[in-house]
C-alpha cells in the first residue's frame, strides 16, 4: 500500500514512522524544509520529498496518482484541506487530513466526505476524548474496549493495592469462575504472559480482560474504588482543554472543572467560547501561573480528585504532576509532547498517566490504514497496541472467524500456538466467554489475541506453522 | 560502537562469501583444474568464521551512521583477506601479499593482476577471479540488505556507505525493495550479456567469466592480451555496448520501469557521459587512424578502450601504450573521472564534476555581483550547500591520497608515468594504466610494499574513501 504523509512534525513523523514499520506499506513523506531529512527522516525507511504539499508538480513525484491514502499533518489546516482535495483529484483513493481549529469542526462529516476528504484528524480534540474516557474510568488507568464495547481490556498498578497481589502466584488470586481473563503483566519494561504459577511483584502492571461488570466486580473485590472523577483541576488552558471541557460536560455534568492558565487573553477567550454551553456553573478559570505553590493551594489542590497538566511546557507539566502527586491527588494526566514517554518511565517518574497528543492521533491513522487493508477477507476488526517497550509490542487484535480458519472446532489445549499468543475473550451469540483447554472456537465468533511480537494478519496466523 | 552488532553482520558477510565460492567449487568439479580442494579449504574456514561471529547476540539492533560506515569498511577488508584464500591454497601465487591484492582488485572491480601468465591458471580460480567482480560491483552489504529479513530501516546508511555517488538514495519508499530492485536489474542485465556473448561465439565459460568482469566493470579476463586476445569483433561491439550500460546510474533503469522517459533523457549526468563518451572517441579515433589498417579499425579499437576506461573496466583490446600522447592523456582524464554516480564503476564520477563547475560558476558570478543569490541544482532540483561541501572535500581526499600513494610508490624508483598511472588506475579501480603497468602489462614487478599500498587505494577507492577512512580514526575504536 502506498501512502503519502505530507508535513513532518511530531504528527507527521510519527506516522510515517510506525507506517513505515509495516512490512507492505511504501510511505513517501513531503515536508518544504529539506533540512527535515537529515534531522529526522533518515533513520525511517520512507522517501522524502521536499516541496510544498499542495504543489500540482511535488504531489505528482511523491506518487498521488497511484496512491492509496494521503494523509495530511502540516500545521495550517487550509493547506492540509488543499492538498487532500488535490492530491484526491490527482487520483489517490482515499484521504486523511489534520484539522484542529475548533471554527472548523463540522457537525455533519458528510461535509468533509463532499469535499474529498474521508476523514478529519484532530490530535487535541482526540487527546481530550481520550482524558475523558480515563477520567471517567477511574479505577483503571487504561482502557480499551472490543466488540462494541461488550469486553474491556483494562490495566492497573499493583503498587495501589499490593496486599491482593505482591507474593501471590496467578492462580490463587484468579479463580476460574470469576470470568477474568489475565492477559499481560509489564515489569521493568517487559512484557510477560503469565501462565498459572506466575509471582506478582510490587511495581507489576496487570492488563486483565472480561465484561465490564466483572471487571467492576473484580475491582471492588481488590477494593479499587471506581467512582468518577467529581473535583477536576485543568492546568493549562489550550485547544485540547477546551474540547476537554466540552466532553466532560456533556457525559459528567456533576463534575467541577478549575481551569488555571497563565494567559489572561487566552482565559478570557476560552471563557467566552464556552460560555454558550451550561457549563458556567461547573467551570471556573482563574488567571493564573500553575507552577505556583500557593496559588495551586488557595485552589484546593488537595480536594482534588484529579489533576490534568496541559500546558505547551513538557518540563512544567511534569513539574505539577509530581507536586500533585505529593498532595496526595489520586488521578494524574500528564501531556508530554517532546519528551519521549519510556525515558520518563526509566526516570522512574510513574506519573499515572502520560499522554502525547502525536502517538494518540497515530494509533487513529494506523486503525484507519489497518481498516483499509483488512477490508478484504482479512477478517481482522480492530489492532490495538496497548504496549510498547524495548522486547517489542503487545497488540490486542479483534478478528472475525470465518470459514477458512483451520483452528476452528478443536480444544484450544490441542492447537499449537505460537509463542507469545494468548486467546483472550470469545464473544458467541451476544455471550462472553472466557476460554479454558476444553472450549473450541467456532465459525462466527469474534475471537480477541494478545499477540507479542507476531504479525498477525489473519486467525490461522496464531498457530505454529 | 555497537561491535557486537558490526562482527554479527561481519559473520553474515563471511557466510554469504562461503555461499558464493559454491558457484567456482562446481566450476572446478566440471573443468576439473584440480583446484577443487583450494574452495572446499576456503568454504570451510568461511562457513566456520562467519557461523561463529553470525551467532552474536547484540542487545541493540540499530545502527547509526558511524556504526554502518565502520561495518562497510571492516566488511570489505575482510570479504578480500577471506576471498585469497582459494588463491593462496592453490598455489599460483607467489606470496600471501600476492593473494591479497589479486583478491582486493577483484571485489573492488579494479582488475589489476599480479599475474604475468593467466592462462595456465585453472579454470575454477580463473571463474572466482571474474565473479569476485560481480560481487563486489554492486556490493555484498546490498545483496544482505536485499535477502536478510533482520535488516531493519536504519540500515539506509549501509546502503550509502557501499553505493558510489554523492548523496546515494533509495529508489522506492523500502531499504529492501530498493535492494532487490538493483540486485535484479544488475542480475538481468548480466544474464543478457551472457547470451548475447555466447551468440558472439565465445565459448560457455568465457561468456561467463567476461560477463561478470564487464558487469562489476572490473577487468580480469582469462587471456593474457585480455579481450584482443579472442580477436572477436561482435564481441567486442557487444562489449563496449555493455561497459557503457553498466556505467550509468542504476536508479535511472527504475524510472525506465515507470515509464519516466522523460526523466531518463534528460538526466544531465547521463548526457554528459554520452558526450564525453563520443567526443573522446572522436578525439582518439583520428588521433590514432595512422597506426591502424583504415579508420574503421581505428573507430573499433578506440571506442572500446574509451569505454573500458571511462566505465573504468580495463578491458584493453589493444595496447594503447603505444598510442600518441593525446589520446594517452584523453585516456587518463576519462580515469579521473569515471562514469555516473550509482554504477557499479569507479572515478571521482561525472555528477561531481559537474556539481563543482556549478558552484564554480555560481561563486564566479558573485565576483561582478557580489549581492546575488543563486543556488546550485542538478535535473531541477536543489543542491544543498552540504553536498557541494562534501563534493569538494571529495576531491581534496582524492587527490591528496593519490599524492601521498604516488610519493610511497617512488620509493622503489619506477618511471614517474607507470607510479603515477599505477596508483590512479587503482583509486578509480581502472586496473591498467600505462608504462609498466599498461595493458600488456602487469602489477607483477611492484615490491610488496608497494602492492599494500595499491590494495589501500582500491578499497578506499571502491568504497569512495570515507568508510575506509574512519577505521582510522581513534573514534571509531572508542566505546
Given at each position: 500500500?502506498?501512502?503519502?504523509?505530507?508535513?513532518?512534525?511530531?504528527?507527521?513523523?510519527?506516522?510515517?514512522?510506525?507506517?513505515?514499520?509495516?512490512?507492505?506499506?511504501?510511505?513517501?513523506?513531503?515536508?518544504?524544509?529539506?533540512?527535515?531529512?537529515?534531522?529526522?527522516?533518515?533513520?525511517?525507511?520512507?522517501?522524502?520529498?521536499?516541496?510544498?504539499?499542495?504543489?500540482?508538480?511535488?504531489?505528482?513525484?511523491?506518487?498521488?496518482?497511484?496512491?492509496?491514502?494521503?494523509?495530511?499533518?502540516?500545521?495550517?489546516?487550509?493547506?492540509?484541506?488543499?492538498?487532500?482535495?488535490?492530491?484526491?483529484?490527482?487520483?489517490?483513493?482515499?484521504?486523511?487530513?489534520?484539522?484542529?481549529?475548533?471554527?472548523?469542526?463540522?457537525?455533519?462529516?458528510?461535509?468533509?466526505?463532499?469535499?474529498?476528504?474521508?476523514?478529519?484528524?484532530?490530535?487535541?480534540?482526540?487527546?481530550?476524548?481520550?482524558?475523558?474516557?480515563?477520567?471517567?474510568?477511574?479505577?483503571?488507568?487504561?482502557?480499551?474496549?472490543?466488540?462494541?464495547?461488550?469486553?474491556?481490556?483494562?490495566?492497573?498498578?499493583?503498587?495501589?493495592?499490593?496486599?491482593?497481589?505482591?507474593?501471590?502466584?496467578?492462580?490463587?488470586?484468579?479463580?476460574?469462575?470469576?470470568?477474568?481473563?489475565?492477559?499481560?503483566?509489564?515489569?521493568?519494561?517487559?512484557?510477560?504472559?503469565?501462565?498459572?504459577?506466575?509471582?506478582?511483584?510490587?511495581?507489576?502492571?496487570?492488563?486483565?480482560?472480561?465484561?465490564?461488570?466483572?471487571?467492576?466486580?473484580?475491582?471492588?473485590?481488590?477494593?479499587?474504588?471506581?467512582?468518577?472523577?467529581?473535583?477536576?483541576?485543568?492546568?493549562?488552558?489550550?485547544?485540547?482543554?477546551?474540547?476537554?471541557?466540552?466532553?466532560?460536560?456533556?457525559?459528567?455534568?456533576?463534575?467541577?472543572?478549575?481551569?488555571?492558565?497563565?494567559?489572561?487573553?487566552?482565559?478570557?477567550?476560552?471563557?467566552?467560547?464556552?460560555?454558550?454551553?451550561?457549563?458556567?456553573?461547573?467551570?471556573?478559570?482563574?488567571?493564573?501561573?500553575?507552577?505556583?505553590?500557593?496559588?495551586?493551594?488557595?485552589?484546593?489542590?488537595?480536594?482534588?480528585?484529579?489533576?490534568?497538566?496541559?500546558?505547551?511546557?513538557?518540563?512544567?507539566?511534569?513539574?505539577?504532576?509530581?507536586?500533585?502527586?505529593?498532595?496526595?491527588?489520586?488521578?494524574?494526566?500528564?501531556?508530554?509532547?517532546?519528551?519521549?514517554?519510556?525515558?520518563?518511565?526509566?526516570?522512574?517518574?510513574?506519573?499515572?498517566?502520560?499522554?502525547?497528543?502525536?502517538?494518540?492521533?497515530?494509533?487513529?491513522?494506523?486503525?484507519?490504514?489497518?481498516?483499509?487493508?483488512?477490508?478484504?477477507?482479512?477478517?481482522?476488526?480492530?489492532?490495538?497496541?496497548?504496549?510498547?517497550?524495548?522486547?517489542?509490542?503487545?497488540?490486542?487484535?479483534?478478528?472475525?472467524?470465518?470459514?477458512?480458519?483451520?483452528?476452528?472446532?478443536?480444544?484450544?489445549?490441542?492447537?499449537?500456538?505460537?509463542?507469545?499468543?494468548?486467546?483472550?475473550?470469545?464473544?458467541?451469540?451476544?455471550?462472553?466467554?472466557?476460554?479454558?483447554?476444553?472450549?473450541?472456537?467456532?465459525?462466527?465468533?469474534?475471537?480477541?489475541?494478545?499477540?507479542?511480537?507476531?504479525?498477525?494478519?489473519?486467525?490461522?496466523?496464531?498457530?505454529?506453522? | 560502537?555497537?561491535?557486537?552488532?558490526?562482527?554479527?553482520?561481519?559473520?553474515?558477510?563471511?557466510?554469504?562469501?562461503?555461499?558464493?565460492?559454491?558457484?567456482?567449487?562446481?566450476?572446478?568439479?566440471?573443468?576439473?583444474?584440480?583446484?577443487?580442494?583450494?574452495?572446499?579449504?576456503?568454504?570451510?574456514?568461511?562457513?566456520?568464521?562467519?557461523?561463529?561471529?553470525?551467532?552474536?547476540?547484540?542487545?541493540?539492533?540499530?545502527?547509526?551512521?558511524?556504526?554502518?560506515?565502520?561495518?562497510?569498511?571492516?566488511?570489505?577488508?575482510?570479504?578480500?583477506?577471506?576471498?585469497?584464500?582459494?588463491?593462496?591454497?592453490?598455489?599460483?601465487?607467489?606470496?600471501?601479499?600476492?593473494?591479497?591484492?589479486?583478491?582486493?582488485?577483484?571485489?573492488?572491480?579494479?582488475?589489476?593482476?599480479?599475474?604475468?601468465?593467466?592462462?595456465?591458471?585453472?579454470?575454477?580460480?580463473?571463474?572466482?577471479?571474474?565473479?569476485?567482480?560481480?560481487?563486489?560491483?554492486?556490493?555484498?552489504?546490498?545483496?544482505?540488505?536485499?535477502?536478510?529479513?533482520?535488516?531493519?530501516?536504519?540500515?539506509?546508511?549501509?546502503?550509502?556507505?557501499?553505493?558510489?555517488?554523492?548523496?546515494?538514495?533509495?529508489?522506492?519508499?523500502?531499504?529492501?525493495?530498493?535492494?532487490?530492485?538493483?540486485?535484479?536489474?544488475?542480475?538481468a542485465m548480466t544474464v543478457i550479456l551472457i547470451i548475447l556473448l555466447k551468440i558472439a561465439g565465445l565459448s560457455i565459460f568465457d561468456s561467463f567469466t567476461n560477463a561478470f568482469s564487464v558487469a562489476g566493470t572490473g577487468g580480469f579476463s582469462n587471456t593474457n592480451a585480455s579481450i584482443g586476445g579472442y580477436n572477436n569483433i561482435v564481441a567486442e561491439i557487444i562489449m563496449t555496448v555493455f561497459m557503457f550500460l553498466f556505467g550509468i546510474n542504476f536508479s535511472l533503469y527504475f524510472t525506465l520501469f515507470g515509464r519516466k522517459f522523460t526523466k531518463f533523457a534528460n538526466d544531465i549526468e547521463l548526457k554528459i557521459y554520452l558526450g564525453i563518451v563520443i567526443t573522446a572517441i572522436l578525439i582518439i579515433t583520428i588521433n590514432i587512424s595512422g597506426l591502424y589498417n583504415g579508420i574503421w579499425e581505428a573507430l573499433r579499437h578506440s571506442s572500446f578502450q574509451v569505454t573500458s576506461i571511462i566505465s573504468t573496466t580495463g578491458f584493453a583490446t589493444t595496447d594503447f601504450n603505444l598510442w600518441p600522447t593525446l589520446s594517452k592523456s584523453v585516456l587518463i582524464f576519462l580515469m579521473f573521472t569515471g562514469c555516473c554516480a550509482g554504477s557499479t564503476g569507479g572515478g571521482i564520477k561525472l555528477i561531481r564534476f559537474i556539481i563543482l563547475f556549478r558552484a564554480a560558476k555560481v561563486e564566479l558570478g558573485k565576483i561582478f555581483h557580489p549581492g546575488s543569490v543563486k543556488t546550485v541544482s542538478i535535473n531541477g532540483k536543489k543542491v544543498s550547500n552540504d553536498i557541494v561541501s562534501k563534493t569538494a572535500l571529495f576531491f581534496f581526499i582524492y587527490f591528496a591520497i593519490f599524492f601521498v600513494s604516488l610519493l610511497l610508490i617512488s620509493i622503489e624508483n619506477k618511471d614517474i608515468v607507470s607510479s603515477a598511472t599505477a596508483v590512479i588506475a587503482s583509486l578509480s579501480n581502472?586496473?591498467?594504466?600505462?608504462?609498466?603497468?599498461?595493458?600488456?602489462?602487469?602489477?607483477?614487478?611492484?615490491?610488496?610494499?608497494?602492492?599494500?599500498?595499491?590494495?589501500?587505494?582500491?578499497?578506499?577507492?571502491?568504497?569512495?574513501?570515507?568508510?575506509?577512512?574512519?577505521?582510522?580514526?581513534?573514534?571509531?575504536?572508542?566505546?
Amino acid at each position: 500500500m502506498k501512502i503519502i504523509v505530507v508535513g513532518c512534525g511530531k504528527i507527521g513523523y510519527t506516522i510515517a514512522k510506525v507506517l513505515s514499520e509495516k512490512e507492505d506499506i511504501h510511505v513517501t513523506v513531503v515536508d518544504n524544509n529539506p533540512n527535515i531529512f537529515n534531522k529526522a527522516v533518515e533513520p525511517i525507511d520512507v522517501i522524502f520529498i521536499s516541496g510544498n504539499g499542495a504543489n500540482e508538480k511535488t504531489l505528482i513525484e511523491a506518487g498521488a496518482k497511484d496512491a492509496d491514502l494521503i494523509v495530511s499533518t502540516t500545521n495550517a489546516d487550509e493547506l492540509n484541506v488543499l492538498c487532500c482535495i488535490m492530491a484526491e483529484r490527482l487520483g489517490t483513493k482515499h484521504s486523511i487530513a489534520r484539522v484542529r481549529n475548533p471554527e472548523y469542526m463540522l457537525e455533519y462529516n458528510k461535509l468533509w466526505k463532499d469535499l474529498g476528504i474521508d476523514m478529519v484528524i484532530n490530535p487535541e480534540r482526540q487527546t481530550a476524548r481520550e482524558i475523558s474516557r480515563i477520567l471517567r474510568y477511574r479505577a483503571a488507568d487504561d482502557i480499551v474496549t472490543f466488540i462494541g464495547e461488550r469486553v474491556e481490556l483494562v490495566s492497573f498498578k499493583v503498587s495501589e493495592t499490593p496486599e491482593y497481589f505482591v507474593g501471590k502466584s496467578v492462580s490463587q488470586v484468579f479463580d476460574s469462575n470469576m470470568g477474568i481473563l489475565l492477559a499481560i503483566v509489564e515489569r521493568e519494561n517487559q512484557a510477560l504472559i503469565p501462565n498459572g504459577d506466575f509471582i506478582f511483584k510490587e511495581s507489576d502492571i496487570i492488563w486483565i480482560m472480561g465484561r465490564p461488570s466483572q471487571i467492576m466486580k473484580f475491582f471492588t473485590l481488590i477494593k479499587r474504588r471506581s467512582k468518577k472523577a467529581q473535583e477536576i483541576m485543568v492546568i493549562g488552558g489550550g485547544k485540547i482543554t477546551h474540547y476537554l471541557v466540552e466532553l466532560l460536560n456533556r457525559h459528567t455534568t456533576k463534575a467541577n472543572i478549575k481551569i488555571i492558565e497563565k494567559d489572561r487573553n487566552k482565559c478570557e477567550s476560552l471563557c467566552e467560547a464556552l460560555s454558550s454551553s451550561s457549563l458556567e456553573r461547573h467551570c471556573l478559570f482563574i488567571h493564573g501561573d500553575g507552577t505556583n505553590e500557593e496559588l495551586l493551594i488557595d485552589e484546593g489542590i488537595d480536594r482534588m480528585d484529579a489533576c490534568v497538566c496541559l500546558t505547551d511546557r513538557d518540563e512544567e507539566n511534569v513539574f505539577i504532576s509530581l507536586y500533585a502527586m505529593r498532595r496526595g491527588v489520586k488521578k494524574i494526566i500528564t501531556k508530554i509532547n517532546y519528551i519521549h514517554q519510556n525515558m520518563a518511565k526509566n526516570l522512574g517518574l510513574w506519573l499515572g498517566n502520560i499522554i502525547t497528543p502525536q502517538d494518540i492521533t497515530a494509533k487513529t491513522v494506523i486503525r484507519y490504514v489497518d481498516g483499509l487493508s483488512g477490508a478484504v477477507g482479512r477478517n481482522i476488526i480492530t489492532v490495538h497496541q496497548i504496549y510498547s517497550g524495548d522486547d517489542g509490542n503487545v497488540e490486542a487484535i479483534e478478528v472475525q472467524v470465518n470459514k477458512k480458519a483451520k483452528c476452528i472446532d478443536m480444544p484450544i489445549k490441542k492447537l499449537r500456538l505460537k509463542k507469545g499468543i494468548l486467546i483472550g475473550c470469545i464473544s458467541r451469540d451476544f455471550d462472553v466467554i472466557i476460554p479454558s483447554g476444553e472450549t473450541q472456537i467456532r465459525i462466527g465468533d469474534r475471537v480477541i489475541i494478545i499477540s507479542k511480537n507476531n504479525d498477525i494478519r489473519e486467525l490461522d496466523d496464531i498457530l505454529e506453522s | 560502537m555497537n561491535y557486537k552488532l558490526i562482527f554479527k553482520l561481519i559473520g553474515n558477510v563471511l557466510r554469504i562469501e562461503a555461499l558464493f565460492m559454491l558457484f567456482p567449487l562446481a566450476v572446478s568439479f566440471i573443468y576439473g583444474g584440480g583446484d577443487h580442494p583450494a574452495f572446499l579449504w576456503s568454504i570451510l574456514i568461511l562457513a566456520a568464521a562467519g557461523t561463529i561471529l553470525a551467532k552474536l547476540n547484540p542487545k541493540n539492533k540499530n545502527f547509526r551512521t558511524r556504526d554502518a560506515f565502520v561495518v562497510a569498511g571492516f566488511s570489505w577488508i575482510m570479504l578480500s583477506l577471506f576471498g585469497a584464500l582459494p588463491f593462496y591454497f592453490s598455489g599460483y601465487f607467489n606470496s600471501f601479499i600476492d593473494c591479497v591484492f589479486e583478491s582486493i582488485s577483484g571485489f573492488s572491480t579494479t582488475g589489476s593482476s599480479v599475474l604475468t601468465n593467466v592462462e595456465v591458471l585453472p579454470k575454477g580460480i580463473l571463474f572466482w577471479r571474474s565473479f569476485s567482480h560481480w560481487i563486489g560491483g554492486m556490493g555484498i552489504l546490498v545483496f544482505i540488505i536485499a535477502v536478510m529479513p533482520s535488516i531493519n530501516a536504519s540500515s539506509v546508511n549501509l546502503l550509502r556507505a557501499e553505493s558510489t555517488g554523492p548523496s546515494p538514495d533509495k529508489i522506492v519508499p523500502k531499504i529492501r525493495e530498493t535492494a532487490r530492485i538493483m540486485y535484479t536489474i544488475y542480475f538481468a542485465m548480466t544474464v543478457i550479456l551472457i547470451i548475447l556473448l555466447k551468440i558472439a561465439g565465445l565459448s560457455i565459460f568465457d561468456s561467463f567469466t567476461n560477463a561478470f568482469s564487464v558487469a562489476g566493470t572490473g577487468g580480469f579476463s582469462n587471456t593474457n592480451a585480455s579481450i584482443g586476445g579472442y580477436n572477436n569483433i561482435v564481441a567486442e561491439i557487444i562489449m563496449t555496448v555493455f561497459m557503457f550500460l553498466f556505467g550509468i546510474n542504476f536508479s535511472l533503469y527504475f524510472t525506465l520501469f515507470g515509464r519516466k522517459f522523460t526523466k531518463f533523457a534528460n538526466d544531465i549526468e547521463l548526457k554528459i557521459y554520452l558526450g564525453i563518451v563520443i567526443t573522446a572517441i572522436l578525439i582518439i579515433t583520428i588521433n590514432i587512424s595512422g597506426l591502424y589498417n583504415g579508420i574503421w579499425e581505428a573507430l573499433r579499437h578506440s571506442s572500446f578502450q574509451v569505454t573500458s576506461i571511462i566505465s573504468t573496466t580495463g578491458f584493453a583490446t589493444t595496447d594503447f601504450n603505444l598510442w600518441p600522447t593525446l589520446s594517452k592523456s584523453v585516456l587518463i582524464f576519462l580515469m579521473f573521472t569515471g562514469c555516473c554516480a550509482g554504477s557499479t564503476g569507479g572515478g571521482i564520477k561525472l555528477i561531481r564534476f559537474i556539481i563543482l563547475f556549478r558552484a564554480a560558476k555560481v561563486e564566479l558570478g558573485k565576483i561582478f555581483h557580489p549581492g546575488s543569490v543563486k543556488t546550485v541544482s542538478i535535473n531541477g532540483k536543489k543542491v544543498s550547500n552540504d553536498i557541494v561541501s562534501k563534493t569538494a572535500l571529495f576531491f581534496f581526499i582524492y587527490f591528496a591520497i593519490f599524492f601521498v600513494s604516488l610519493l610511497l610508490i617512488s620509493i622503489e624508483n619506477k618511471d614517474i608515468v607507470s607510479s603515477a598511472t599505477a596508483v590512479i588506475a587503482s583509486l578509480s579501480n581502472v586496473g591498467p594504466g600505462l608504462g609498466i603497468v599498461g595493458p600488456t602489462g602487469n602489477y607483477a614487478t611492484f615490491s610488496s610494499f608497494s602492492k599494500i599500498v595499491l590494495s589501500f587505494c582500491m578499497i578506499a577507492g571502491r568504497l569512495e574513501f570515507f568508510p575506509l577512512l574512519v577505521l582510522f580514526t581513534p573514534h571509531a575504536w572508542k566505546r
